[in-house]
Structure formats: structure tokens, C-alpha cells
């Protein structure tokens, strides 16, 4: 004969209840992540297919899948566009360095110490809402239309945005690991190196994964103005032409270029900084 549970034991182990799907918040599974994922790719590609062998679009105005697929080949086997790619990689990495080097012990400087902010942020955040775009006619007149002048286009369209991030994480660091480092007998320097500097580490390093794909924004238009290389430039060649399934093809190669460097950043930050997810 079976005996029913108390009242108490009854509250204590309630029934489990069942999981909702669309639940906000709800974690996804890894696989069905990747899954999700690639389903909107493939809609998305079967919907531009339906589009234009349907008939619903002019080539001229959209070319297919298919046509955008052999015109990429062409780009490659016949035009040389490898070197195209290269050259704008190196771009959007030199500029992207250069900003960074400059940003980063300037933000650090800015949410440490008081003094620096009120001297430096009214300045940076003037400069942070000018378009690296309307600096060009005047970094050609003064670096030229060489390379120079296209990594400076990426070091304006990123720097400030990186000086005041970095400033705003390094500043809003804990109060009580500062105090206890006083009470140990840090040096203000020894804060700074200590407890601000590795603190702030995960978050800057995200913030450099975000402000690197922003670069690749400046770096096309970079491109469209005095280039003879890259692939802005082969974009407005490309147009010149009415070739669209050459510049879709450009804007994809972008697009795959900037996953690769994001998850590339994303694994080094999960190897260097392993500890901030404890």
C-alpha cells in the first residue's frame, strides 16, 4: 500500500516544469545554434534566387546566385583579385594597429586618472562624431594618394572610438579591489598596473573585436576615392561596368573576411583571458 508524501515534502521536490522554446532568455544548444544560423543563409540565398531567375528583378540591377558565383571566379582567374584582398587586409590591420597603439594607453590614462578625462574627453568626444569620410580631401592633399593616406582614413574612423570605450571600462573598475590595494600599500602607479590594467584586460580586448569591424567600414571608402588596388576599388570599377555579380561578390568576400577575423578574435580572447569566465 502505497503512502502519500507530507505537505512538506511535497512543496519540497515540485514537479520539474517544461522547458519553452521561446522562453526569453532561454540558452540554445550549441548545434542548434549553428543551425539556426545557417537556415537564415540559406533562405536568405534561396529568396535572392527565387528573385532573379524568377524573373522578378533585372540582372542589371541584381545578378543571380549563379552569375555572382562566375563572376567571382572570373575575378580571381583572370584579374587577380587575390591581390586585391590582400591589400585590403593589410589596410584595415595597419590602420586598425596604428589606432589601437595610440587608443588604448590613452583610454587607460582617461578612466584612471580624473584630471586626464577632463582634460582629453570633451576634445575626443568632438572628434568621436566626425566621419572618418570627410577627412579624405584633406589626407590627400596631405599624405597623397598612397597607402598612407587610406590606413590614416581607418586610424581617424577608429581611435577615438577605442580611447573613450577603454576609458569608460577602465573607469568604472571596483572600488573595493582599489581600496584593498591601498590597504596592501600600492602606489597609485601600482594600482594602475595591478588591479586597473588587468582588471579592464577582457573587456578592452572585446572592444578592440568590435572597433576591428567598424575599420573594415572605413576602409571601403578608403578605397573608392585614388585606389588602384582593393576590394572598394574593384567595387566601383565594378560599377562603372553594371557589373552587379562582381560587386555582390566583393561585398561577400568582406563580409566572410570580417566572421574569419571575428572568430579569430574571439578565440584569442577565450585563450588569454581564460580566467574572466570563472
Known amino acids: 500500500m502505497t503512502q502519500a508524501l507530507p505537505p512538506a515534502a511535497a512543496q519540497a521536490a515540485p514537479a520539474a516544469r517544461p522547458r519553452r522554446r521561446l522562453a526569453p532568455l532561454q540558452p540554445v544548444r550549441a548545434g542548434t545554434r549553428w543551425l539556426l544560423g545557417a537556415s537564415f543563409f540559406v533562405l536568405f540565398v534561396a529568396v535572392w534566387a527565387l528573385a532573379t531567375h524568377g524573373g522578378y528583378v533585372s540582372p542589371t540591377f541584381l545578378a543571380s546566385p549563379a552569375t555572382m558565383l562566375r563572376e567571382g571566379w572570373a575575378l580571381f582567374a583572370e584579374f587577380d583579385f587575390a591581390h586585391d584582398v590582400v591589400m585590403t587586409v593589410w589596410r584595415v590591420l595597419g590602420g586598425f594597429v596604428m589606432a589601437a597603439v595610440v ?28 566621419p572618418a569620410s570627410a577627412f579624405i580631401p584633406l589626407l590627400i592633399l596631405w599624405a597623397g594618394l598612397g597607402e598612407l593616406q587610406k590606413l590614416l582614413v581607418i586610424f581617424i574612423g577608429s581611435v577615438f572610438q577605442i580611447i573613450l570605450m577603454v576609458a569608460v571600462i577602465v573607469g568604472n573598475a571596483r572600488r573595493d579591489l582599489v581600496e584593498a590595494a591601498y590597504t596592501l600599500g600600492a602606489t597609485p602607479r601600482g594600482i594602475v598596473k595591478s588591479v586597473l590594467i588587468p582588471g579592464a584586460a577582457p573587456q578592452i580586448a572585446e572592444t ?29 570599377d565594378s560599377q562603372a561596368l553594371l557589373n552587379t555579380g562582381q560587386i555582390i561578390f566583393g561585398i561577400i568576400v568582406i563580409g566572410l573576411i570580417g566572421l574569419v577575423s571575428d572568430a579569430l578574435f574571439k578565440w584569442a580572447n577565450r585563450r588569454l583571458f581564460a580566467w574572466s569566465t570563472l
Open 208 to 236: 578592440l573585436r568590435l572597433v576591428l569591424g567598424w575599420a573594415w567600414t572605413y576602409v571601403i571608402v578608403a578605397e573608392l576615392i585614388g585606389s588602384s588596388s582593393g576590394i572598394g576599388h574593384m567595387i566601383i
Open 103 to 130: 587608443a588604448v594607453p590613452l583610454g587607460i590614462a582617461m578612466g584612471a586618472h580624473k584630471g586626464v578625462e577632463a582634460f582629453l574627453e570633451p576634445f575626443v568626444s568632438f572628434c568621436r562624431y566626425l
